[in-house]
């Protein structure tokens, strides 16, 4: 069986508003419904874990009744980082689970295509981490002064889910790191040694971040029924 985290205990401070960004509704639904929803359907997926801050609990308990979804295992209370909400998350993963897939709550627009994808790689590599390419021209900027303008073609923005074989989940979560300031899991997997696979996924699994990404959601949600 396969298990997904769902963390969303962060405050959203780039964004600004006094509700939580994951808990703003666009198209009728708030943004970690979508996100929640998305798995549900998932045939690959059997359970689902949504971390969110203590305060958030009783809230969040009554908007998963609310939509009827079948598979959210536990609501575990997140902490002061990412890295320790997901934590938190994977003390509630099912004995079962043999992949492990960790996903942003900010993140409303992913597929399943994409979750079948990074669960096979995780398969059969150990880790994966779904990417898109960079569209723009990317500059390194040194005291207000271009240095230079870096070859693109090998980057990769690195979206979630990203995807673990439960053994290396495992050596992720008992390594000293994962309290660390690292901003994916991937990047915990990489800093050990583990190989992680490149899963090129859909671009448009943007992660609500400022105001104005709504505008981007809303639209793409509407026009995808
Ligand atoms: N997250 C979390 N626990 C934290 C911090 C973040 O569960 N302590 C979650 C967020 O809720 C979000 C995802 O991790 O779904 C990606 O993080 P990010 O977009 O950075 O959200 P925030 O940390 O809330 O926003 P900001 O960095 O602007 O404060
Ligand atoms: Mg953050």
Do not use: W
């Amino acid at each position: 069986m396969n298990a997904a985290i769902i963390v969303a205990a962060g405050t959203g401070s780039r964004f600004g508003s006094d509700v939580p960004k994951q808990f703003l509704e666009v198209a009728g639904r708030p943004i970690v419904v979508h996100a929640i929803s998305t798995f549900e359907r998932a045939t690959s997926i059997d359970s689902v874990i949504v971390v969110v801050s203590e305060d958030r609990v009783g809230y969040a308990t009554d908007l998963l009744s609310k939509n009827n979804f079948t598979k959210v295992t536990a609501v575990a209370v997140g902490g002061d980082t990412r890295a320790l909400s997901v934590r938190s998350g994977a003390g509630q993963l099912p004995e079962e689970a043999q992949i492990v897939l960790i996903h942003d709550g900010a993140r409303p627009l992913l597929n399943i295509g994409d979750i079948d994808a990074v669960i096979n790689a995780a398969k059969s590599k150990g880790a994966a981490c779904l990417v898109a390419p960079v569209t723009e021209t990317i500059k390194r900027v040194e005291n207000g002064i271009v240095d230079a303008t870096v070859d693109r073609s090998p980057l990769r923005r690195a979206l979630t889910p990203q995807a673990f074989r439960r053994d290396v989940f495992e050596a992720m979560m008992e390594s000293g790191d994962s309290g660390l300031a690292t901003t994916d899991e991937c990047m915990l997997a990489e800093r050990l040694g583990f190989e992680v696979a490149a899963v090129e996924g859909d671009s448009a699994n943007i992660k609500v971040t400022h105001p104005h990404d709504l505008l981007t959601v809303e639209a793409f949600l509407r026009s995808n029924g």
